[in-house]
């Protein structure tokens, strides 16, 4: 499975858009883009995935370049329970058993 | 439904004890994973069963030994514990159309 490299962390302001980018150079084309989130010492959340277009569910909007080689996990109004540690994964997913290796994240620090 | 349940919550052991941690789903899920993770950084999987009867290894297996004897539980164990192996495991399930796996709340293992 490719490679994911996010920043280690990030700041947004509450009410506002947080845009959190994962850059993937690496993913082939039969490699999807999964984001999970893990707020303070829970068990990680499943947010949303993609393989190449855009996606949007309740949580989060996924944009991935048409490249794929990167992409950005969007909450569109972030709240102070939005604070969390945010993986951005790339796997075959169900071709590969959905066996996900998870880099260090981005902890999203939201502030009133 | 009380999703995806794990036993116990916390637990100290010395050097060279054994010990069997239980995940346990209702959800009729086929796949179920063990993930460990270590201060601050991501999980790791350490093994995965797609289904019951069938164990596979996954990125950090050596120290571990999984049983799934019945589908909805999936047993982790240590034989031989040793400090390297305090860390946090979390337990997780999918269905097997869905890309969603589903965390437990995890197990704390210190090892003295």
């Known amino acids: 499975d490719a490679k994911t490299t996010q920043p280690p962390s990030m700041d947004c302001a509450e009410g506002r858009a947080a845009n959190l980018p994962c850059n993937h150079s690496t993913i082939s084309g039969n490699e999807y883009v999964y984001w999970y989130r893990q707020i303070h010492s829970q068990g990680p959340q499943y947010i949303i995935h993609?393989?190449?277009n855009n996606e949007t569910n309740e949580m989060a909007s996924l944009i991935i370049t048409e490249d794929r080689k990167s992409s950005t996990l969007i909450l569109p109004h972030a709240t102070l329970r939005d604070t969390a540690v945010y993986y951005c994964i790339v796997s075959r997913g169900k071709y590969n058993f959905n066996k996900f290796y998870f880099g260090s994240g981005t902890k999203l620090n939201v502030k009133p | 439904n009380a999703g995806v349940t794990q036993t116990p919550k916390f637990r100290v052991l010395k050097t060279g004890q054994s010990m069997t941690l239980l995940c346990a789903q209702d959800?009729?899920?086929?796949?179920m994973y063990w993930y460990r993770q270590d201060p601050g950084m991501g999980l790791r999987l350490i093994h995965y069963?797609?289904?019951?009867?069938?164990?596979a290894k996954g990125e950090v297996p050596d120290g571990y030994n999984v049983s799934r004897l019945k589908k909805q539980n999936f047993l982790l164990g240590l034989e031989s514990a040793a400090p390297s192996q305090t860390s946090v495991y979390f337990c997780?399930?999918?269905?097997?159309?869905?890309?969603?796996?589903?965390f437990g709340p995890g197990t704390r293992l210190l090892v003295l």
């Open positions: 997780a399930s999918r269905e097997g159309r869905s890309e969603t796996q589903y």
């Open positions: 069963s797609v289904g019951e009867g069938t164990t």
């Open positions: 993609g393989l190449k």
């Open positions: 959800m009729n899920h086929e796949y």
